[in-house]
């Protein structure tokens, strides 16, 4: 069936992400039922009604000596929308995520993409392995909208005259960049976000570096406050010993 392109649509341009936690199951209490099963068999669904607070010694322990299995009886779900590129990435995280994605196969893609901010940091310097990002000059980010917005107009054009001319979708959609923004769901539990957090996002309390994407990292510090407010004694263990998962 061909399709006929609206003649109003136009690109539309972004610097930030979307991360909304759309459903979940997980509290602090849920370490601590799954935990103490182990020594006091079914009287540890007590802990669901106690204050974990007055258990935040166990979770810390936990966490601190890498007893991982606990931090998994729980469950949040997010809707993030973010450039392709960012997706490529997050799904290399297979352990205890699940992801569905919206299908260029399926739907007309919509003309959003991503520009970098002011403040994202444009230059690379060092070698790999050992370097950092720089602030660009005023010229660079003007270079940088520009191109980069020209390249998305002209991709997307040619994506909705190959769908005017009757091209399927998921051929049409070869044309478009990894800065087109894409929509996903995307189910972890706390072990596993911690694992992805540890990875995607620079702290203060990391007792390993990471070197990650700014995008990602975008997405990563998203999701870390909507997790924080779930389960803020876990939060606090995984800061106090260096954000490792255990």
Known sequence: MTEIPAETEKAGFRSDVTVELVKHSAADSDVLW????????EQSLEEITKDPERSKGL???????????PFEHNSMTFFISA???????FMRHRVGWSYNEESGRYRRLEPVFYVPGEAR???QQGRPGKYEFVEGTAAQHELTGRVMEDAYR?????YQEMLAAGVAREVARSVLPVGLFSSMYATCNAR???????????HEQAAVP??????????????EAAWS??????HAAFNANGRVAP
């Open 59 to 69: 979770i810390n322990f936990l966490m601190r000596d890498r007893h991982g299995s």
């Open 34 to 41: 799954a935990a103490r099963v182990s020594t006091a068999g």
């Open 83 to 89: 450039p392709i590129f960012v997706f490529r990435e």
């Open 121 to 123: 940091k444009l230059v």
């Open 210 to 223: 990471s070197f990650p994407q700014r995008e990602i990292e975008m997405v990563g510090e998203k999701m």
């Open 154 to 158: 002209h991709a997307y054009e040619a």
């Open 192 to 202: 596993s976000l911690m694992h992805f957090l540890g990875l995607r996002t620079q």
């Open 229 to 234: 407010g779930l389960m803020p004694l876990t």
